[in-house]
């Protein structure tokens, strides 16, 4: 208990004070495996030569122009460029056979650099946390219909998460120049009606001039808020044939100004704000830049008022208004919502038991305002809208846009008398913010010594080597992150914004991608069941050398469904306490080994570790690999969180 408690002694408010290190256990072998290079099986000289030969019988005039000089998808490249993509992530396929070509070849395979992926959902999932971090789309290439049904789950996510990506979409629109076989079922009439449900807009360009237009305002829409993927159909000819030189001027690029809410409506809400006795502000996916949070963190200052939300890295958890709960929620007069999908889900609650129920969380005559672009972009197939909710001044526009304005008018409105009462609410959320702290050191404390590990002791070792860096959290946060001392923006990117398993993984990736042209250190704690729906991002991460610690959160099952079992076998009084719970949802006879995966992939690892005295060496030894700008993996057998 003493060793514990000293080990958590200081974090918290100052989150940056001396976490004890562990005493060293004993040490799990770590591997960084040599690659055993075998090289690509060259074609055969019968082969070669059908390939650069011209037939016999042609003319001069016709051998000179029997090889393709300028490309189409030479042309398509250029506009990429223009748009300043940086990367295409990619499983490769014959559909965009051309488009890949000159990515390597002719654009050198710089901006864009082409991102070998062995899954489609792999490839959309990195676009997705890439975004998040450089505040701009990457695309993916996927190979007709059977490339987007594999990149579909990842596309969902990601717009559920309004986040953007360019998907370029492989296909071959002429039927007579459909090679026999695969071609054929590969390809369709209209391939994109697959994600057509959930991406903000595509097109089928069937010329070059066609590609530039659509393609630019393709990003343009992607990154408009509410953001989201958008599509663009890349018929195989198009792709492959001669230009000869002739190719139309691309379009010029701006960015769009994204918009914000009426400033008579801001105005009001200013004034009730600033009226109220207990405002609250609810954040969702607020903050999409780093500005978005200092315009928070200023609003929340002026008014005095808590803010509680992590659908994005919203506010800096360390700040005293940084709060939570439904007491929050019980005790306002006023709510502001921002960006909030599940403002209901606030106001009220539902209890999953033997029947639902649901009942009133906040006040009758609370007043409640919300500020989104959600409405600007509702679809009715997917149901991610959440459930409605009325409120008395609603404001269409993006929320970080509008802050700016709204900040200046709740300062213009605040009277001098409000003085006092506003030192009154800041000393109250300072102790409410301490007391909050101390519970979440007392619930780290539980179980510290415990095997398998506690989520919270990993958590902790994990901060004792970030804390002194410039870091960045990539994946789900766990509930002890709250001592941690985060203020940057980039220090958390959010969920999935779908709840589709297999996002982590790949997401982290993408993220780190992102982080490493700044030169940060990127970690993340991987569920191990989202991790094996796509395992071979991990292979993408040694490939292209993308730095990131990520340690495995091997609970060894699917422990929510466990859950849900449990509650159904008590809901029938058929005993919750049996085997049946696992059944379909544990990963056991026999356990998987994470770090045996990972060193298949080349990627340094260790475990599994079950010590929790072992934890903390292995993340520092892992730490050093990460250091030198390489992936490592640390698999942890945790409990379940």
Same mark, same amino acid.
């Given at each position: ?91 490769? +396929? ?46 993916? &290439? ?95 000819? /198009?792709?492959? &044939? ?121 006040? $009758? ?56 009462? /506003? ?56 509930? &002890?992150?709250? /001592? ?80 849900? /079992? ?10 919750? $306490?049996? $085997? ?26 260790? +475990? ?34």
């Amino acid at each position: 208990m003493a060793k514990r408690r000293e080990f958590l002694k200081g974090v918290g408010a100052a989150a940056a004070s001396g976490l004890a290190v562990s005493k060293a256990g004993a040490q799990t072998a770590g591997t960084n495996p040599a690659a055993n290079a075998v090289a690509a099986v060259p074609p055969t000289s019968h082969a070669e030569a059908m390939e650069i030969s011209v037939p016999e019988g042609y003319t001069e005039d016709q051998a000179n122009h029997y090889f393709v000089q300028s490309a189409g998808s030479d042309y398509m490249v250029d506009v990429m460029k223009h748009l300043d993509i940086d990367y295409v992530a990619s499983n490769p +396929g014959s559909s965009f056979r051309g488009l890949q070509e000159s990515i390597t070849t002719y654009g050198e395979n710089s901006k864009p650099e082409f991102l070998t992926c062995l899954h489609e959902e792999t490839a959309a999932a990195m676009c997705h946390g890439y975004a998040k971090v450089a505040y701009k789309p990457m695309a993916v &290439a996927c190979h007709g219909t059977v490339g987007l049904q594999h990149a579909s789950m990842a596309i969902y996510n990601a717009y559920c998460d309004r986040a953007p990506m360019v998907i370029f979409a492989g296909n071959h629109m002429e039927a007579t120049h459909r090679r026999p076989g695969a071609e054929w079922s590969h390809s369709a009439i209209d391939c994109v009606k697959l994600v057509r449900d959930f991406i903000k807009w595509d097109d089928t360009p069937l010329s070059l001039t066609h590609f530039a237009e659509s393609t630019v305002r393709a990003y343009k829409l992607a990154v408009t808020p509410p953001m989201g993927p958008v599509v663009i159909q890349l018929d195989g000819h /198009l792709q492959e &044939a001669d230009t000869y030189g002739n190719v139309p001027t691309i379009p010029k690029f701006n960015m769009p100004q994204p918009p914000h809410g009426d400033m008579n409506a801001l105005r009001e809400a200013a004034k009730l704000l600033v009226t109220a006795e207990n405002p609250v502000i609810l954040a969702g996916r607020t903050s999409r830049t780093p500005r978005g949070m200092e315009l928070l963190v200023e609003l929340a200052e002026a008014l005095q008022a808590p803010v509680s939300g992590t659908g994005r890295m919203n506010f800096p958890n360390q700040h005293y208004l940084s709060q939570g709960g439904r007491g929050l929620v019980r005790q306002a007069d006023v709510i502001l919502g921002l960006e909030e999908n599940g403002l209901w889900n606030n106001v009220n609650a539902m209890r999953d038991l033997v029947h639902r129920t649901e009942s009133r969380v906040a006040k $009758d005559d609370v007043k409640l305002i919300n500020i989104s672009s959600e409405d600007l972009f509702v679809k009715s197939n997917y149901q991610t809208f959440q459930r409605f909710q009325p409120v008395d001044l609603d404001i269409t526009g993006d929320a970080e846009t509008s802050l700016e304005y709204l900040v200046e008018e709740v300062k213009n409105q605040m009277p001098r008398s409000m003085r006092s009462k /506003l030192k009154d609410r800041e000393q109250r959320y300072k102790k409410s913010h301490q007391q909050i702290l101390e519970g979440t050191r007392q619930a780290a404390a539980i179980g510290w010594n415990q095997s398998p590990v506690s989520i919270s002791r990993v958590s902790m070792e994990l901060w004792d080597v970030m804390r002194d860096r410039d870091w960045s959290y990539v994946s789900r946060l766990p509930s &002890a992150s709250r /001592l941690w001392d985060m203020n940057q923006h980039y220090h958390h990117i959010g969920g999935s914004g779908g709840a589709g398993v297999g996002y982590n993984l790949p997401a982290t990736i993408g993220a780190a991608l992102a982080n490493r042209e700044h030169g940060r250190f990127s970690v993340s704690i991987q569920p191990d069941g989202d991790a094996l729906y796509a395992p071979g991002a991990i292979w993408t991460a040694a490939h292209h050398k993308i730095p990131i610690l990520m340690v495995m959160h091997n609970n060894r099952a699917y422990h929510r469904e466990v859950m849900h /079992l449990q509650r159904m076998a008590t809901r029938r009084q058929r005993g919750a $306490d049996g $085997d049946g719970a696992k059944i379909g949802n544990v990963f056991e006879d026999p356990f998987i080994n994470f770090a045996t995966l990972a060193q298949s992939f080349g990627v340094y690892s260790e +475990g599994p570790i079950t010590n929790p005295d072992d934890v903390g060496p292995a993340i520092k030894r892992a730490t050093n690999i990460v250091d030198q700008g390489l992936p490592a993996l640390v698999d942890v057998v945790c409990q379940p969180a």
